[in-house]
């Protein structure tokens, strides 16, 4: 047996170098992964969002109605982006998702401020996601000791140890903050991702390795008609998945499933036809099943760090929010929670409709010019 050679293994190891620098496509992961990973947690992600949009419902012109709205100006928690006109104007901007807040001043604030006889400002929180809306309804609590603090004086000003007014908060689509109301269907979308995506890229490449692709490409069938036949069955896959979790969610947490089955139908559809086509796409990049691999959890990553499953969308910087809106991910899941916790129709939901169907479209026409290319 020969003894241990020092020049043996730098000659493996010099090997092993080009062949990873002959992999471009690994390489280029190993060193695009860590430095998008560091990039996200680093900027991105933020557990306390602030400036967070706010609607107001003013009803009453008076010097303590601008004190308060001065000081949520003031606040770094609170962006008042709207104006409403009427309760109903309001509570639409909250179940569309325009605003995270609806904040109302009543028309009997002053009077009843000066008899103190409870005067209230009523707080609205889409509380659909929890954590989006915590720190910023904790930050209210100070709203009533310092927004009128130079305008209460003399026969006005309250007694000792008592609040001029309370901030009465309501939080909507799930007021008790249960985060599997927001978790859970927001696994719709991570989960359709992880298998549809991943499962399609590992499927074509797979036959191209084994070489019962290049007996496909000898065959009469159209790229189109291959792309069709590969996806069909993954389709139903989909469908399946998305009915065992609705149905899990429902019996196991409890999730409420308010309505919108007719937007969330469309969002699902659109979704899976976009996710197989994308895996489609990755599959006419990626030469082996490795590569495949990679390609998705590329794409994954961002889909879980910036579509607002794993933290607040709108606590992130505006950039970031920018890269979320490119993530269809984003968009499903809007239509899923949207649909399950606040009952939106189809047109409450369109923007997002869109967006995955510009999605689904783009990414199946660059999937067929990719494979026509592969084909030639």
Not at 135 to 149: D, G, K, R
Not at 162 to 186: D, L, Q
């Amino acid at each position: 047996m020969s003894s241990f050679s020092l020049t043996r293994v730098a000659a493996v190891m010099i090997k092993e170098f080009k062949q990873l620098t002959r992999d471009r496509l690994t390489y280029a992961m190993m060193l695009a992964v860590p430095v998008m990973q560091l990039l996200l947690f680093g900027y991105a992600i933020n557990s306390e969002p602030r400036h967070l949009p706010t609607a107001l419902l003013v009803q009453e012109d008076s010097v303590f109605a601008r004190s308060i709205v001065a000081a949520l100006k003031n606040s770094s928690y609170f962006d008042l982006v709207a104006q409403a006109r009427s309760p109903a104007e309001l509570d639409d901007l909250v179940r569309r998702g325009e605003v995270q807040f609806a904040i109302t001043i009543p028309g009997d604030f002053t009077r009843r401020l000066a008899r103190g006889d409870g005067a209230q400002v009523l707080v609205e929180a889409d509380a659909s996601d929890p954590s989006a809306t915590g720190p910023a309804v904790a930050a209210l609590a100070a709203l009533p000791t310092q927004a009128l603090a130079h305008d209460l004086k003399g026969a006005l000003a309250p007694a000792i140890g008592k609040a001029p007014f309370e901030v009465v908060v309501h939080r909507r689509y799930n007021p008790e903050a249960i985060t599997a109301y927001s978790i859970v269907p927001g696994l719709l979308g991570i989960i359709l991702s992880m298998t549809l995506v991943m499962m399609t890229a590992l499927s074509v490449t797979r036959e191209a390795e084994r070489g019962t692709m290049e007996s496909l490409l000898a065959t009469p069938v159209e790229p189109i008609e291959v792309m069709a036949g590969k996806l069909a069955p993954y389709v139903a896959v989909g469908l399946i998945q998305t009915a065992i979790i609705l149905i899990l969610a429902r019996l196991l947490f409890d999730v409420p499933m308010v309505g919108g089955w007719l937007g969330l139908s469309l969002g699902v559809a659109l979704f899976i036809v976009g996710s197989l086509a994308l895996g489609f796409l990755m599959s006419t990049v990626a030469r082996t099943q490795l590569q495949a691999m990679q390609m998705s959890m590329f794409y994954i990553l961002p889909s879980i760090l910036l579509s607002g499953f794993m933290f607040p969308f709108r606590g992130m910087p505006a950039w970031a929010q920018a890269l979320g809106e490119i993530v269809p991910v984003t968009h499903f899941l809007r239509v899923v929670r949207g649909a399950l916790l606040k009952g939106q129709g189809t047109l409450d939901m369109w923007r997002e409709l869109a967006a995955l169907l510009a999605f689904a479209c783009v990414v199946t026409a660059l999937a067929m010019a990719r494979y026509r290319r592969t084909l030639d």
